[in-house]
């Protein structure tokens, strides 16, 4: 089993940044893709971003240009810097951990973006 927490969300205005972060319990995060998703209330969960063990990344249209995801492997830890962030961007966000078709959620945390 691995555990994910996820931290760095709040309330910030249009035009303002946060940075998210998923940090995991165990090394084998290094091996795994890591997906961020956000999900809105009354929309479907989203896929907006993932990074691949070896370093590749893939954007969501929605996202690409304003947010980017980086990951630390000797921390264990995943991270989604959002840039430019505008309302419809607030969503509870996920990070999720795909290491060879198993999959292992965070608890969420909310992002709200005030106009």
């Known amino acids: 089993q691995v555990q994910l927490v996820e931290s760095g969300g709040g309330l910030v205005q249009a035009g303002g940044s946060l940075r998210l972060s998923c940090a995991a319990s165990?090394?084998?995060?290094?091996?795994?893709?890591v997906n961020w998703y956000r999900q809105a209330p009354g929309k479907p969960r989203e896929l907006v971003a993932y990074?691949?063990?070896?370093?590749?990344?893939t954007y969501a249209v929605s996202v690409k240009g304003r947010f980017t995801v980086t990951r630390d492997n000797a921390r264990n830890t995943a991270y989604l810097q959002m840039n430019s962030l505008k309302p419809e961007d607030t969503a509870v966000y996920y990070c999720?951990?795909?290491?060879?078709?198993?999959?292992?959620w965070g608890q969420g945390t909310q992002v709200t973006v005030s106009s």
């Open positions: 999720n951990l795909d290491i060879i078709g198993a999959y292992y």
């Open positions: 165990r090394s084998i995060f290094s091996s795994g893709t």
């Open positions: 990074i691949t063990s070896g370093g590749t990344t």
